[in-house]
C-alpha cells in the first residue's frame, strides 16, 4: 500500500471564505474543496491532478490568520480542471477542527510549505520527517482532541 501524503490547504479569509464553513457543515458525504477558479497555481494543479490521492490527510491552513486550524482526509483523489472540485474532503464529521489551531510562529516554523521556498500555491506538500514532529505538537496543544487526532492521523 503507498504511504499515504500530507498536504497543507491554504485559504485566506479575507477571500470570503474561511475553514469554519467546512468544519460546521453539517454535510454527511465528501466536501467538495475547490474548483479551478480557486485553485489557480500551476504546482497546486500538478500536485492535484498527479500525486494527491483518497486519504491523503490536509492540514487547513488560513493564511492570512497565519494558523491551522483543523485537520481533513481527503474523500477523494484530486482530479483536474474541467470536473468541478478538484478534490473533496472528508464529512466534517470525521475531520478535527482544532481546539487550540497552530500557530505560523512557533508551531510551523520547521515546515518548508509555510515559508517562501516552496511557492504560494493553495496545495503544499509536507514532508513525512516534517508532519512527524507536527503531528506531537498537535496533541501537546490540544490534549483532549488527543484521540481524535490520533483515529484521524495514524498515529
Known amino acids: 500500500m503507498a504511504k499515504r501524503r500530507v498536504w497543507v490547504f491554504k485559504i485566506n479569509t479575507k477571500r470570503g471564505w474561511e ?25 497546486s494543479l500538478r500536485y492535484l491532478r498527479d500525486e494527491v490521492k483518497r486519504g491523503d490527510l490536509f492540514l487547513c491552513y488560513e493564511s492570512d490568520r497565519k494558523e491551522v486550524v483543523g ?15 478538484l478534490v473533496d474532503f472528508c464529512s466534517p464529521r470525521e475531520a478535527v477542527r482544532l481546539e487550540n489551531p497552530l500557530t505560523r ?17 493553495t496545495v503544499q506538500k509536507i514532508d513525512s520527517d516534517e508532519f512527524s514532529r507536527l503531528r506531537r505538537t498537535m496533541v501537546r496543544k490540544n490534549p483532549r482532541q488527543a484521540d481524535a487526532l490520533r483515529r484521524l492521523l495514524g498515529a
Do not use: C, N, T
Open 71 to 85: 485537520v481533513a482526509r481527503a474523500a477523494s483523489d484530486g482530479r483536474d480542471v474541467g470536473a468541478g472540485s
Open 105 to 121: 510562529h512557533p508551531d510551523l516554523d520547521h515546515i518548508l510549505a509555510f515559508g517562501p521556498e516552496r511557492g504560494r500555491g
Open 19 to 43: 475553514f469554519d464553513q467546512y468544519f460546521r457543515s453539517r454535510a454527511r458525504g465528501p466536501y467538495e474543496m475547490g474548483d479551478e477558479g480557486w485553485i489557480k497555481s500551476a504546482s
